[in-house]
């Protein structure tokens, strides 16, 4: 049996067991006891965080020298809500590089890498939240503070390593010198020239990681609102800090969208502020509804339309 099969249903089938272990009667009260036209107004929460990510996409965009228009990227970031939906943790919106490729004119390579830098940027501002939050639960929680800093120090010194070219294109060069992959060095040779083409600098990511930064921090601020439909209440900054370490723990890539892994992680971290578990529960489900599944049913939309639009968008490199 192949486990990478098995992977993704990890995270449901864990959700199933914390379900099984609640009184259906109370996650009930607790969604009958939300304020009904505050629910409502939630539903348009997500609205600032897909403006600002754009924002934040078409900055490394145009310092990358990818030309496409504000509206189009940001049918792009639904079409990759949509793939990344489908897809354990999220992968599957990398497919959004085709689309890229396809309304720029650039090349796969390129496009490819800059929704890696993308994603990067987005990860290591939120690895910084998370080892701000590990920090100050280490009394309670003590691996997470050395295991997010580890990650982040790790990926911090990839980045400085990947990004500049004479230290990137130098590493896949000298791997082409293998006897292995020799017979395609001719060929790699042209796919390396276009993952470096107009690659921005670290110092050109510096005001889309800013712009990163403060976009976790309205969305954490959105849901920390949103947390008293359901009687969290704990202090604010102890509140942003949690999200953030059980985001990244539900960026485990054995789920759909953390399903399950963030709901177990934030059962565990809000129980230190007494924090009943169906309310937990209960917010974490009205989260992903709002801030994942929504915007991946629009994007499926979405991607139809493109789809049909350029019907041999896969098979064209």
Not at 203 to 214: A, E, G, N, Q, T
Not at 258 to 280: C, D, H, K, P, Y
Not at 281 to 301: K, N, Q, R
Request: with cysteine.
């Amino acid at each position: 049996m192949n486990i990478k099969k098995l992977l993704p249903i990890i995270g449901i089938a864990l959700l199933l067991y914390i379900l099984s272990t609640m009184d259906a009667g109370k996650i009930i009260d607790v969604f009958l006891s939300i304020n009904i036209w505050y629910a409502l107004l939630s539903f348009f929460a997500i609205v600032p965080i897909l403006l600002l990510v754009n924002y934040e996409w078409q900055l490394i965009l145009k310092k990358h020298n990818i030309q496409v228009t504000y509206m189009y990227s940001l049918k792009n970031i639904l079409i990759g809500y949509f793939y990344g939906f489908i897809t354990p943790g999220g992968l599957g919106g990398y497919t959004r590089a085709f689309y890229l490729k396809e309304e720029s004119g650039e090349t796969i390579q390129k496009c490819f890498v800059n929704l890696l830098l993308f994603h990067t940027v987005d990860y290591l501002t939120l690895l910084s939240l998370g080892i701000l939050g590990g920090f100050l639960l280490s009394s309670r929680f003590p691996n997470i503070f050395p295991i997010f800093l580890i990650l982040f120090i790790l990926m911090i010194i990839s980045l400085m390593f990947f990004i500049r070219k004479e230290t990137g294109k130098s590493f896949f060069t000298k791997l082409l010198q293998s006897k292995l992959l020799l017979p395609y060095r001719d060929k790699w040779h042209a796919h390396i020239n276009n993952l470096y083409k107009d690659i921005p600098t670290v110092k050109d990511l510096i005001p889309p990681i800013f712009v990163s930064f403060f976009g976790w921090i309205l969305w954490f601020s959105e849901l920390y609102l949103i947390s008293s439909l359901f009687s969290i209440d704990i202090p604010y900054h102890y509140f942003i800090l949690i999200i953030a370490v059980a985001s990244i723990i539900a960026s485990l890539p054995i789920t759909f969208h953390g399903l399950g892994t963030r709901e177990a992680a934030m059962i565990g971290l809000f129980s230190i502020f007494g924090v009943g578990q169906e309310n937990v529960l209960g917010f974490s489900l009205f989260w992903f509804v709002l801030f994942w599944l929504i915007p991946s049913l629009i994007g499926a939309g979405v991607t139809i339309h493109e789809t049909r639009k350029n019907p041999t968008l896969f098979k064209k490199t």
